[in-house]
Structures are given as structure tokens and as C-alpha cells.
């Protein structure tokens, strides 16, 4: 099992830019979720999802979209990204919600600079 | 008040010294617990999860005190190898992130 897997893990974007951070597992986790963690920060939930076809915004959603047409795939999307946006990207997936055991496995993040 | 507070430290401890971090959190609900290990430049991982009881593994204990808010990890007989940020976490409908506690050990 590859886990959870994301790509690019750089990226440099110019101020207006798009583009769409991908994320695959192979665990046949239902749960999936997005989160940005900046310097000194704890992480922030973006959005998540339950199940394919279903999303939910997280604490600090704008700016971003999401779609899970599959079980596997989770891609975030960035319209006209901002120098907010400058961050750390984590992409995570768990057999059930938090009111199971609560581990949640983590890709190996995409770090993004908005210029 | 933060949801999930921590000392961010950093942490300067010797190899083979017994370390302790604490973590309140501000919602009594909260249902679940846990502690997360993130090495630098890499994505967190669990550590161990917290039960009202207390609980250990190998030589690190998790203790859980609901009335207080706190949860608390111990490490003893600190290795190098234990040099990361250590993320409170709890479970409120959704995992709250801490910000995490830096570790060093210091040969």
C-alpha cells in the first residue's frame, strides 16, 4: 500500500494563479480531509469529505474547492491564489470519522509559495 | 481562549532524562484524545491515543484528567530518536490540532 500519496510537493505560484493539489489513497478509507498548516501553527481543516460525492467546509475554507468523484481521489483547488495562501498542504484519509479511533493517515504534503 | 493549548517549547533534554508535556483544551465535550509526532518537514503520525485511564506504551504514558483539561505525555528514557514536535490533539466532531511542543535531545 502506497497510503496516501499527493503531488506536487513544491510549488511556486504567481498572485492570481490557479491550480489543483492532488491526493490519492489506496486504503479504501472513506474519510478524507484537507488541511493547511502555516509556521507556528497548528493545522487548519480546509474541507472535507465522508464518502464520494460528499464535501464539507472545514474552519478556514475560502479560497479553495474540492470534488470526490471517487473514493480514492480528493484534489483541492486553488482559484486566483494569494499570498494567504502560502502554506503547507496536508491531505489525510480514515477508515471512519473521529468517533473512531481518531488516527488519521497523512500524505507527505505539498509546499506552496504564492509570490 | 485557544480550543487545544500547548508549550511550544522548544525542548532541550539529554538523552536518557524523562520528559513531560502537558495540553489543555477549553470544550468539555470533547470526546476523544490523542498525541501526534511530527518530524520536521514531514506530516504528522500518530502516536498514541489517550484514555480517561491513563495508558502506556513502551516508555511513553499518556494521562487523560477531564476535570482539570489537561492531557499530558511522558517520555522516559529520552532518546535521540525522539526529536520531533509532539501535536496535542482532541476530538470535537472534528480533530483539533494543537500547535505542537518542539522537542530536543540532546546527546
Known amino acids: 500500500n502506497a497510503g496516501v500519496t499527493q503531488t506536487p510537493k513544491f510549488r511556486i505560484l504567481k498572485i492570481g494563479q490557479s491550480m489543483t493539489l492532488q491526493c490519492t489513497q489506496d486504503?479504501?478509507?472513506?474519510?478524507m480531509y484537507w488541511y493547511r498548516q502555516d509556521p507556528g501553527m497548528g493545522l487548519k481543516l480546509i474541507y472535507y469529505?465522508?464518502?464520494?460525492?460528499?464535501?464539507d467546509k472545514g474552519e478556514v475554507p475560502n479560497g479553495y474547492n474540492v470534488s470526490r468523484s471517487t473514493t480514492e481521489d480528493f484534489p483541492l483547488r486553488l482559484e486566483l491564489a494569494a499570498p494567504s495562501q502560502t502554506s503547507v498542504y496536508f491531505c489525510?484519509?480514515?477508515?471512519?470519522?473521529?468517533?473512531?479511533?481518531?488516527?488519521?493517515?497523512f500524505g507527505p504534503g505539498t509546499r506552496l509559495t504564492v509570490l | 481562549r485557544k480550543e487545544v493549548e500547548q508549550d511550544p517549547g522548544p525542548f532541550n533534554v539529554p538523552e536518557g532524562a524523562t520528559v513531560a508535556f502537558n495540553c489543555t483544551y477549553s470544550n468539555s465535550a470533547s470526546q476523544s484524545f490523542f498525541w501526534y509526532r511530527q518530524d520536521c518537514r514531514k506530516e504528522p503520525k500518530l502516536l498514541m491515543s489517550?484514555?480517561?485511564s491513563g495508558n502506556e506504551d513502551g516508555r511513553f504514558t499518556a494521562q487523560l484528567n477531564r476535570a482539570s483539561q489537561y492531557i499530558s505525555l511522558l517520555i522516559r528514557d529520552s532518546k535521540l530518536s525522539d526529536s520531533a514536535t509532539y501535536l496535542c490533539?482532541?476530538?470535537?466532531?472534528?480533530?483539533?490540532f494543537g500547535t505542537g511542543t518542539r522537542l530536543t535531545i540532546i546527546p
Open positions: 490533539v482532541v476530538n470535537n466532531e472534528k480533530l483539533t
Open positions: 469529505s465522508v464518502g464520494a460525492g460528499i464535501t
Open positions: 486504503m479504501n478509507h472513506n474519510y
Open positions: 489517550v484514555y480517561s
Open positions: 489525510a484519509s480514515s477508515y471512519r470519522g473521529t468517533s473512531g479511533r481518531g488516527e488519521q493517515f
